[in-house]
């Protein structure tokens, strides 16, 4: 049998370190093959861990080579080196490293998650192989609460779930008391009978029992290389203790001076190996922002969801929506998610959460200094827009803002007459047309003479005006007044002449006109007054054109109070002989076509007004003042990221050991972003949303107070603020992107922690 599956050929390894380097590897070459329990024996100190790193690939030789089946892969890449380890090895030490917030079982299904299996699946096999292990009553205990020979099974456990070929532990039994060491090594020997290669580092004697071949290494290099069977071990162990180095320690001078050199241009493994660079660099980022951000919203929705149909006292049908929901969510996902070989963004969020909620209160302190900023932005931005709403509905109705006023211009000879009107008819989204005849009126009441204003209008004029019908109600328009059947007024109108019904002579006043001729507005409707008109365009003609002798019946009464005015049929006003209508009101189908209308209206040679006028000054001013209300709550938002930024660069100190740890199960340095990245924006869109809530809620309660002061002086109860929705979202998307850009530098330094660090020292 000899069939290498690991070749180690002339590998040095040589630290640079005062006072004076270190050579701790000298030239050591060595065949592993496939299938065997190979113990390397040693001192502390002689290199083992050394050697084993490097057959891992967590360190790189300075001079030598290593292949794994043949390809050599003390060139690759750490990345591939990580995807090598995750694909090929499993790995006990002699201290056991747990991530802290998983569970036992949870820990164990680690390195099949970070190969891109389900976590239902992953988990179930974890469990199987703890009950092999004697261990599934411990599944869901917290592994530091095991004791370490418990623990050593569990680890155990977790470097066979992948089913790797090769299993590499560094004195898996240093912590252990002689029995638990005794069934830690029984077990690597069966892993070995089944195929497998293990490669044990003890420096306990006992442990060669198992073994089938021993390595002894001393100072650096290899001293024996023994076959073990029943009838030698005895005399190997003898020998193992009594033999002092093979080789001489007389060349190390020359090894020294050439590695020297070699050091000197060593690249540190973990340093800047395969970084893209450039524009690239800057697209790839941007892009995993986004599908970060992106993905961090909708399993945080997810989230809320689960959450929601967890909870107990649901009835069972909507429960039942548990788990559709869940695969609706992965599979969304997972179509963003290409890479079906690597842990899914799904788990990387599930780890992120657990870590998280592992540290309540710290991660509830946090998401509340960014929600408290979020929050109070979200206020002042819904002030802001509350102002604006109430300002604007106090100054214009709805109804109003597709409406266009239209004049003929001043002092030229365009008038507004049915051929115009018949053409303003044709612009495209005109609604309506609603023509206005302004005349003076002198109205004659109970032997009082009274100069008024009176409008012509249709009764559709009056009811998409903003005035309110106090009492009675508006004028039937008649069929005359159907604009597409031009009416010709007569031109002169015999004093006294009775053309019409008088039913069309009705009458819709205002309080200050009743106010002007005595009458109460609860019995005005039904009263008759006499109305004759001057038509303002003929005032210095003679009185012959005031006709006194028309009855006029009032038939409502609107609440304008400013100036005493009448509004009669329009016909009515025609027949009096004037022609030219004075305003016209067009409705369009949509407030955006008012825009355009108005320019065509104006290349008519016509002006124009519209109440769009008035709210874009309104609009104007309010965003002006938005803009400074987001910068004030920017300023708390920046306190809060403060907070978060301190929060995960603590979280990243706490977890060196732990991303070390992920990093020897194979977690690439994109993924360790990923999970530290995703912390942040899960703290940045919970606080985005717990934040839009408070300040909504702080809205309400503002509103609250303030109406309740209005209403207690007299006046109506008052909203004044207001959210619009995509509003809100893109609050809790800047809170996402906050959570990023504090995430961002911590995440960074995530990836560049060593491996081996992170696993030695802390
Ligand atoms: P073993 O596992 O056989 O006890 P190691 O391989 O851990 O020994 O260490 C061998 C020697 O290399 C030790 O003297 C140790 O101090 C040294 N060494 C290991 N890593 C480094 C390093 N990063 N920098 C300097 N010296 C190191
Ligand atoms: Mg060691």
Redesign the pocket.
Known sequence: MNNPIIEVKNVFKG?R?TPSD?L?LKDVSLQINKGEFIVIF?P???????LLNIVMGLEKPTKGKITFKGVEISTSTEDELAEFRKRNIGIVYQQSYWVKSLNVVENVALPLILRGIEKQTAEASALTLLNSLGMKEWATYHPHELSSGQQQKVSLARALITNPEIIIADEPTGNLDYRSGQLITSYLKKLAESGKTVIM?THNLDNLDYAERVINIFDGRIADDFKLNTSNLDEVKKALITEKAHGSVQDDYGVKKELDVLITGQTKLYEDINRDKGLGRVLRNLKHIITSIFLGVLLVIYKFIDAFLGIRLMPSFIQSLRSPISNLFRGVVNSIDQNKESISYFDIFNLSLKTLFSKKNRTAVTIGGIAFGIGFTAFLISIGYGLEQLVISRSAQLEQLRQIEVYPPLGESITINDASIATIKSINQVEKVLPVINAAGKVNYQNSNIDVVVYGVQSDYLRLSDSVLVSGDYFKSNSNTKLDIPVSAPVSMPVGAESSSSLERKAVVNIAFLNLIGLDFNSAVGKQFKLGYIPVNNLEGSNSNVLFNYDYEISGVLSTDESPVIYTPIDEIKKAGINNYSQIRIVTSDQSQVFSIRQQLNVLGYRTTSVQDTIAQIEGFFSTARIIFAAVGLVALFVGSLGMFNTLTVSLLERTREVGLLKTMGMKSKEIREVFLSEAIIMGVYGGIVGIIIGIVGGYVISFIISTISILRGYEGLVITYLPFTTAVGIILVSAFTGIATGFYPSRRATKISALDALRYE
């Open positions: 630290y370190v270190v701790v040693g502390s100190g002689s290199g083992k861990s050394t580092v």
